[in-house]
Nanobody, 126 residues
Framework: QVQLVESGGGLVQAGDSLNISCVSS????????MGWFRQAPGKERELVAA????????YYSESVKGRFLISRDNSENRLHLQMNSLKPEDTGVYSC???????????????????WGRGIQVTVSS
């Protein structure tokens, strides 16, 4: 079972930036598509960004496109999410997730994710 541990959450003001990251215990981290999910209060969990095992391939939900940037450092088994121009509606628990099967990518589809971190709170005040 892959262990995923997030860090970097906190309380920020609208318009601020925040970078959150996740470290994976996977031996072959570079072969797996990774993603960030968000669960806002009272709402279902949604996939906000994903990055494929293939360089340069990524997905963003419409709600974060142009403001968030997902990246990965395969040398450190680390996933990042740079969040800019934050809005109060970005508030939620952000969880790192990994695909179950290596060398696959399905863009916005959530079914392929098999491991999640515990999540960290990001709160954006107005």
């Amino acid at each position: 079972q892959v262990q995923l541990v997030e860090s970097g959450g906190g309380l920020v003001q609208a318009g601020d930036s925040l970078n959150i990251s996740c470290v994976s215990s996977a031996h072959a981290f570079s072969r797996y598509t990774m993603g960030w999910f968000r669960q806002a209060p009272g709402k279902e969990r949604e996939l906000v960004a994903a990055i494929a095992w293939i360089a340069g391939v990524s997905y963003y939900s419409e709600s974060v496109k142009g403001r968030f940037l997902i990246s990965r450092d395969n040398s450190e088994n680390r996933l990042h999410l740079q969040m800019n121009s934050l809005k109060p509606e970005d508030t939620g628990v952000y969880s790192c997730a990994a695909y179950s099967t290596p060398n696959t990518y399905y863009s916005s589809k959530e079914f392929a994710f098999g491991s999640w971190g515990r999540g960290i709170q990001v709160t954006v005040s107005s």
